[in-house]
């Protein structure tokens, strides 16, 4: 299996905990969601190793930016632009435009990794409650 096949398979499969998780998300059960968010995490945490590989030194990935306004909005909000970047992200790869699935993965990433954190300080709130 070539990078290529193994970064469009990660890709695909955060594409289905994506999905998994906002089925989570609208059944209000927090934990099959959080597991979820997980898997979308780290598939696109291998998608982008396999990128910075093939893409040594060719690209300042500082340069992307997620959209600050995004970081404002409700969980909803943020967990549908992490699926139309992860969709925009498969098109490309299967496209071989690499640089802009590329792209499109790691913003992806940065949003999860917000929605990571969110759910992170509801928790230790919670627990500070008890």
């Known amino acids: 299996m ?6 469009l398979k990660a890709l695909k499969a ?3 905990y994506m999905e998994n998780s906002i089925l989570a998300l609208n ?3 927090e934990n099959s969601f959080d597991d979820n968010i997980w898997h ?10 396999a990128f910075s590989i093939t893409f040594q030194n060719e690209t300042n990935v500082s340069k992307w930016k997620p959209n600050p ?3 404002k909005l409700d969980t909803n909000s943020v967990m ?7 969709n925009k992200a498969e098109k490309y790869m299967t496209n071989q435009k690499l ?7 790691y913003i992806a990433r940065h949003y999860v990794l917000k929605v990571q954190e969110d759910l992170a300080k ?3 709130e919670a627990f500070k409650k008890k």
Do not use: G, P, Q
């Open 27 to 29: 059944k209000k059960d």
């Open 69 to 71: 306004e995004f970081k």
């Open 99 to 105: 640089l802009d699935s590329y792209k499109n993965a």
């Open 40 to 49: 979308v995490a780290a598939e696109l945490e291998y998608a982008l190793f």
């Open 2 to 7: 070539t990078v290529d096949e193994k970064v």
């Open 122 to 124: 509801k928790k230790r």
């Open 80 to 86: 549908a632009e992490v699926r139309n970047l992860l």
């Open 14 to 16: 955060a594409i289905t």
